[in-house]
């Protein structure tokens, strides 16, 4: 059964058709800036899965001078999936209305989290920074 998403205002609506790959908490200046709390959480899933049904056109992009593109609604600026240069689909965790069937796996760019911030207790690994590639095709074989 697919999972479902929206956005706040319920204009823009999508379909994800195949399972995720990995949910991710990042605690990176962009992520909490961009999802106005202690850290951004994402599903990450192959963009082949990412089914539009409403609102595309209402969804706009920023590419910052450095770093991700993020994507949101125009208008209720909630924070919506793109496309990654991988053809990966990110997720914001957030805006699912539907269980993905999957749990958040670790928490990544711990080192710059925000200073006000403390880390759940919740036993998922942790780094400073971006984990290693041996940890995502560790965590890809399941």
């Given at each position: 059964?697919p999972?479902?998403?929206?956005?706040?205002?319920g204009?823009?609506r999508?379909?994800?058709?195949?399972?995720?790959?990995?949910i991710?908490?990042?605690?990176?200046?962009?992520?909490?800036?961009?999802s106005?709390?202690?850290w951004?959480s994402?599903?990450?899933?192959?963009?082949s899965?990412?089914?539009?049904?409403e609102g595309?056109?209402?969804?706009?992009?920023?590419?910052?001078k450095?770093?991700?593109?993020?994507a949101?609604?125009r208008?209720?600026?909630?924070?919506?999936?793109l496309?990654?240069e991988?053809?990966?689909?990110?997720?914001?965790?957030?805006?699912l209305?539907d269980d993905?069937?999957?749990?958040p796996?670790?928490?990544?760019?711990?080192g710059?989290?925000?200073?006000?911030?403390?880390?759940?207790d919740d036993?998922?690994?942790?780094f400073?920074?971006s984990?290693?590639?041996?940890?995502w095709?560790d965590l890809?074989k399941g």
């Amino acid at each position: 059964m697919p999972c479902q998403g929206s956005c706040l205002c319920g204009q823009v609506r999508f379909e994800l058709h195949q399972p995720g790959i990995v949910i991710n908490h990042c605690h990176c200046s962009r992520c909490r800036k961009a999802s106005g709390a202690a850290w951004g959480s994402f599903l990450h899933v192959p963009g082949s899965a990412l089914v539009w049904l409403e609102g595309e056109a209402l969804v706009q992009g920023y590419q910052p001078k450095e770093g991700s593109a993020r994507a949101f609604c125009r208008i209720c600026g909630s924070c919506m999936p793109l496309l990654d240069e991988d053809g990966l689909a990110i997720v914001p965790a957030g805006s699912l209305d539907d269980d993905p069937g999957l749990r958040p796996a670790v928490h990544i760019f711990c080192g710059s989290r925000a200073a006000w911030a403390t880390l759940p207790d919740d036993g998922l690994p942790r780094f400073e920074a971006s984990p290693p590639d041996s940890f995502w095709q560790d965590l890809a074989k399941g």
